[in-house]
């Protein structure tokens, strides 16, 4: 196994780890973010990388000092940003890093991380650092076809406070799910008693990314009993989503 290490001098490189081409992980290409990596003692083995072996790794990008980077908080009670360590860890922001905020009407919005803001906590869905190059999985409901539709897009605006529509137009209906895992797996569960049936939906071999606008393809028909959630990552998956290998 490869571990990095991290300390205190604020340096947030960014590397590209190239994995031998004779291993079975699926993607060979990783890129790896200091400033996203805990800060241990010298003394650490270090955070895990990956558990495949690794032909190369190349030094991408100078990191700015993140020492007076500013950590941002989401109050999920009153629907604001703060420094004030109170609810959701956002993570620690620049001057121009803005902000995801994803809610169950089926609306993104990129924001700045002004405090006086005020978010419907009834609806957010998913906050967090707005990342252009992360692709979002979504499954909403299409009420009218009475079906659950996914698709895989990335976030092509830069405006800022405007909200977009990213699913189809209709009555009642409504964003689901929503992640910005590289690799999300989805477990969908139906039917009651005897009759539940339970699959497990690997996203990326299931749809491709499409645009923001389009309307996605289908998941599974509409029923009451239909219950979804994502498979959580165990202890020591790859930071890339390596789940398979």
């Given amino acids: 196994m ?3 290490t991290a300390n205190a001098n604020g340096e947030a490189e960014v590397v590209k780890i190239i994995l031998s081409p004779n291993c079975s992980a699926r993607n060979k290409e990783l890129e790896f973010y200091f400033e996203e990596m805990e800060i241990k003692g010298r003394g650490s083995i270090g955070n895990q990388v990956t558990k495949y072996p690794i032909k190369s790794v190349k030094f991408k990008e100078a990191g700015k000092s993140t020492l007076d980077a500013k950590k941002l908080w989401f109050d999920d009670k009153f629907g604001r940003l703060n420094t004030d360590e109170k609810g ?3 993570g620690k922001f620049d001057a121009e890093d803005r902000i995801l905020v994803i809610t169950n009407d089926g609306n993104y919005e990129i924001t700045d991380q002004e405090l006086t803001q005020r978010f419907d906590v009834e609806k957010v869905i998913l906050i967090e ?6 692709i979002i999985t979504a499954v909403y409901l299409d009420n009218e076809k009475l079906q659950f539709n ?10 800022l406070h405007n909200k977009f529509f990213f699913i189809k137009e209709g009555k009642d209906n409504r964003l689901e799910m929503v992640s910005t895992d590289a690799e999300p797996i989805l477990m969908v569960k139906s039917g009651r008693g005897q009759q539940i049936r339970s699959a497990k939906f690997k996203v990326v071999k299931l749809v491709e990314v499409m645009g923001w606008k389009a309307v996605g393809a289908k998941l599974t028909e509409f029923s009451k009993s239909v219950e979804m959630e994502w498979e959580l990552k165990k202890d020591g998956d790859d930071l890339q ?4 290998g």
């Fill in 150 to 159: 996914i698709k895989r897009f990335k976030i092509e605006t830069t405006t």
């Fill in 2 to 4: 490869h571990y990095f």
């Fill in 241 to 244: 989503g390596e789940l398979f």
């Fill in 88 to 90: 959701l860890y956002l």
């Fill in 129 to 134: 650092k707005f990342k252009p190059e992360k």
